[in-house]
């Protein structure tokens, strides 16, 4: 079994439609990790407890990334070799090797362009071009999320194969509304704060603009990923796929 994990439905939503048009969604495991470390930590060690059909072969982890490289466009396709925690420490993880080699053929094969870069975890969205810069200039990374490292941990200390593919949402010289976290998880005051304000309506904009982008190459790259594993020896059946 290959585990496809993301934090948000939004990073899955592409993938799904595509992965099963004429199938019931009751063929597959359908779950999102979720946002805090608890709750990441939580579902993924019982996916890997208890999956159906076994401990997973691999764990590909999809999801959207912040870029703190200037030269990172949104929609760009990020393949880290390292998930930093603390730089400066150089408390970092990697990916399986196999897997990431998996992971650059399929891209090529969907003709997504590749970057390189490091990736940084953050306990809080990077919202200013400021920010970004500061942690740019401390850091060897090129992209910030907020989920690589811990999942990686857990799944490391569980003995399964990963890798991480990350697409850029927002780019290093991007300004984020404050109130971000607040319309990303529906909380209605900030939704109503919004509609009270227009001025900030063009921002949003652009980022759901920027959403669209990054969740299409997602699933582009996705489903690359799955016809190569099928490729490498691993069959993917409704039993044994499982978006998480």
Known sequence: MLAIIASMERELSGLRREISPDRSVDS???KVVGVGISRRQSSLRELLRS?????????????????VDRKLKAGGLVLSSRYYLDAHNEKFLTPDPAMRQSAIIAAANAGLPVTHSDSLTVDAIVATPEAKAALAEKNP?????????????????????????????DTAQQSLPGHLIGLSQGRTQD?????????????????????????????????SFIRQWEREGHPLTAANVSLI
Not at 155 to 160: E, K, L, N, R, S
């Open 28 to 30: 597959f495991d359908l």
């Open 141 to 169: 990374v090129g992209i910030v999320e907020m989920e690589d490292y811990w999942l990686a941990a857990e799944i490391q200390d569980a003995g399964v194969p990963f890798i991480s593919a990350r697409v850029v949402l």
């Open 191 to 223: 939704v109503l704060r919004t509609a009270a304000m227009p001025w900030r309506v063009p921002a949003l904009l652009r980022l759901a603009y920027q959403a669209r982008i990054a969740r299409q190459a997602l699933t582009r790259f996705a489903l």
């Open 51 to 67: 999956a159906s059909g076994g401990q997973p072969r691999g764990v590909l982890m999809l999801g959207f990334a912040g870029a």
